[in-house]
């Protein structure tokens, strides 16, 4: 179900608007014909269940009136009553409120649905994206970055002796240091950059449009404002970290972020609290098969 409407929600508006209202007329054309004792109430709700998925409460409420009043002119002849009577009204005022009902009860659960899939994307520790969440960024940046032709960098991040602060000082001080670095991570890059926690204490970081030259200088600033914030807060820890710019993506985040790794762990070979940079044509080197 969840499936279905994600599915949905990414249709043209002007599409399902217009699928709505044909819908509508429709059922009431179908319900006008129809025996008197065949009711088609419920699948009225189909038309308010498009419409509010993809346009949202408002135009979901509009729907609801809609319907209803589609609804009461099909069976007007069997609605109506003696003079004075009403019945009619209140079975006209009871749809809209059904309809109603179901339109408020259909948002609320679009919003727990958002809700629930914002916070599967980010690490609850840190507030900063979560790997799978990044993948799917990373994933996105691979495809902007073909179809445009611009370069962009890709960061991998190692903390250095963070075990030691877990063991001198504990868990609660590693949490806080972990907290710390991804405030620093957000604050010191740009809006359209996007960190990541990939797990323990490595993090990783998207540079979108971002080429040797630009990234290498912001690397070097980010690495002064974590160095000051681990003097100031007593941590004896430093960062490694590996990146790459890549002036052709390849086709898999996966191995990308391997690459990165790889340049990182190559750094930590060398010596810890350094920066390794290089740069990669995904065209010229492609990833090895098998």
Same mark, same amino acid.
């Given at each position: 179900?969840?499936?279905?409407?994600?599915?949905?929600?990414?249709?043209?508006?002007?599409?399902?608007?217009?699928?709505?209202?044909?819908?509508?007329?429709?059922?009431?054309?179908?319900?006008?014909? $129809?025996?008197?004792?065949?009711?088609?109430?419920?699948?009225?709700?189909?038309?308010?269940?498009?419409?509010?998925?993809?346009?949202?409460?408002?135009?979901? $409420?509009?729907?609801?009136? *809609?319907?209803? $009043?589609?609804?009461?002119?099909?069976?007007?002849?069997?609605?109506?009553?003696?003079?004075?009577?009403?019945?009619?009204?209140?079975?006209?005022?009871?749809?809209?409120?059904?309809?109603?009902?179901?339109?408020?009860?259909?948002?609320?659960?679009?919003?727990?649905?958002?809700? &629930?899939?914002?916070?599967?994307?980010?690490?609850?520790?840190?507030?900063?994206?979560?790997?799978?969440?990044?993948?799917?960024?990373?994933?996105?940046?691979?495809?902007?970055?073909?179809?445009?032709?611009?370069?962009?960098?890709?960061?991998?991040?190692?903390?250095?002796?963070?075990?030691?602060?877990? &063991?001198?000082?504990?868990?609660?001080?590693?949490?806080?240091?972990?907290?710390?670095?991804?405030?620093?991570?957000?604050?010191?890059?740009?809006?359209?950059?996007?960190?990541?926690?990939?797990?323990?204490?490595?993090?990783?970081?998207?540079?979108?449009?971002?080429?040797?030259?630009?990234?290498?200088?912001?690397?070097?600033?980010?690495?002064?404002?974590?160095?000051?914030?681990?003097?100031?807060?007593?941590?004896?820890?430093?960062?490694?970290?590996? $990146?790459?710019?890549?002036?052709?993506?390849?086709?898999?985040?996966?191995?990308?972020?391997?690459?990165?790794?790889?340049?990182?762990?190559?750094?930590? *070979?060398?010596?810890?609290?350094?920066?390794?940079?290089?740069?990669?044509?995904?065209?010229?080197?492609?990833?090895?098969?098998?």
């Amino acid at each position: 179900m969840v499936a279905v409407i994600g599915r949905l929600r990414v249709l043209p508006l002007l599409g399902v608007m217009t699928a709505g209202v044909l819908l509508l007329c429709i059922l009431g054309l179908i319900d006008y014909w $129809a025996e008197a004792d065949l009711s088609f109430l419920v699948l009225y709700l189909v038309p308010v269940f498009l419409v509010t998925i993809r346009a949202g409460l408002w135009t979901g $409420a509009l729907t609801s009136v *809609a319907g209803t $009043a589609v609804w009461f002119l099909a069976n007007v002849n069997t609605v109506q009553g003696p003079p004075g009577d009403i019945l009619p009204v209140w079975n006209l005022a009871g749809t809209l409120a059904v309809f109603f009902f179901f339109t408020l009860i259909l948002f609320a659960l679009l919003q727990a649905l958002d809700q &629930e899939r914002e916070m599967s994307r980010y690490d609850p520790l840190t507030g900063i994206a979560n790997r799978g969440y990044f993948l799917e960024v990373l994933d996105a940046e691979i495809g902007r970055s073909r179809r445009y032709r611009r370069p962009f960098t890709l960061v991998y991040m190692d903390l250095d002796h963070f075990k030691t602060i877990n &063991e001198r000082q504990g868990h609660a001080a590693g949490d806080a240091l972990l907290r710390k670095v991804a405030e620093t991570l957000v604050q010191g890059t740009r809006s359209v950059d996007t960190p990541g926690r990939l797990g323990g204490d490595e993090f990783a970081l998207l540079m979108p449009e971002t080429g040797y030259d630009a990234s290498r200088t912001a690397l070097a600033n980010l690495q002064g404002q974590i160095a000051r914030v681990m003097t100031e807060n007593g941590w004896p820890v430093t960062v490694t970290i590996g $990146a790459v710019t890549y002036t052709s993506p390849y086709q898999s985040a996966e191995e990308m972020i391997g690459i990165a790794d790889r340049s990182l762990c190559s750094r930590k *070979a060398e010596g810890k609290d350094g920066v390794t940079h290089r740069i990669v044509d995904g065209q010229e080197n492609p990833p090895p098969s098998g």
